[in-house]
């Protein structure tokens, strides 16, 4: 199966490609909308939280320090809900396709993840040139984000493609898992530091995999630190069982897929 989806890697970076133009087809900026969107989000927050509201971190110097923080948590959520929410409904959505066409069903998953990279690509880049111009990058440290992105999308990939093939036989999971995302953005420390949490609560955060991964994005680009790899590591165990599951599940139920839908 793997090599049959590295021979239609043509096909994979064909539909990325198409999605990409199809966003912005009829807009008269076009493509420019990809990074005037994600820069009119970072100098809202870098203004509103602190020049306007004065917003500080606890124990951390630096006007921007809490804008960083917002920033490095939203962005690195963004990549995530946009890869589970996707991929949980791409075998629905592309119904049609699988039922007309023969070609390796994974496709569809490596071009939702493809896709997502890209647009994480393009508005990190602007948030680094942000930080660069603000004086605020985190030097060495930065360099520490390519395996705590990898451990991301391998956690995404895994959770997305497992609620992808449940959702084919049980409708409930799409609206399910939209509730969840919801309550697991707030019970994630992104817009408050996990320190103002009660001391009883604090300890609860380790079995939340994305505080682990919202926490090294933000320890690595406000502190200048590196993460915390014990947590980051345990993430990536967790990943990998996914990773597994979903493919399992994938291989062992394609054929039911398309007779289901």
């Known amino acids: 199966m793997w090599r049959a989806l590295w021979a239609y890697r043509g096909f994979v970076w064909g539909s990325v490609r198409r999605e990409f133009d199809a966003r912005y087809r009829h807009s008269l900026l076009g493509a420019s909308w990809a990074v005037l969107q994600p820069l009119a ?16 971190l606890p124990g951390v110097s630096g006007d921007f320090a809490y804008s960083i923080y917002l920033c490095a948590g939203v962005l690195t959520w963004g990549l995530f809900a946009e890869i589970t929410g996707r991929a949980q409904n791409v075998f629905l959505e592309q ?27 393009i508005i990190f880049g602007l948030f680094t040139a942000f930080l660069i111009l603000v004086g605020a990058f985190p030097g060495w440290a930065f360099v520490a984000l ?32 939209a509730v969840v995302l919801q309550f697991w953005f707030w019970l994630t420390p992104i817009v408050y530091p996990a320190s103002i949490l009660p001391q009883w609560v604090q300890p609860w955060m380790c079995w939340n995999p994305m505080a682990q991964l919202v926490g090294a994005y ?3 680009l406000v502190e200048g630190a590196w993460p915390e790899w014990k947590g980051v590591g345990a993430v990536a165990l967790l990943a990998i ?11 062992v139920h394609a054929g039911e897929m398309v007779d289901e839908l």
Request: charged share 10%; proline share 4%.
């Open 218 to 220: 933000q320890r690595i």
């Open 241 to 251: 069982v996914l990773c597994l599951l979903g493919w399992r599940l994938f291989r």
């Open 146 to 177: 390519l395996p705590v992105l990898a451990v991301e999308v391998l956690l995404a990939v895994g959770l997305g493609v497992t609620l992808g093939v449940l959702n084919v036989f049980f409708r409930d999971v799409g609206p399910f898992y």
């Open 41 to 56: 989000m970072i100098v809202i927050y870098t203004v509103v939280f602190s020049r306007v509201m004065h917003s500080r």
């Open 95 to 121: 119904a049609n396709l699988l039922k007309k066409v023969s070609f390796p069903r994974l496709c569809l998953p490596v071009i939702v993840v493809a896709s997502a990279v890209v647009n994480f690509v």
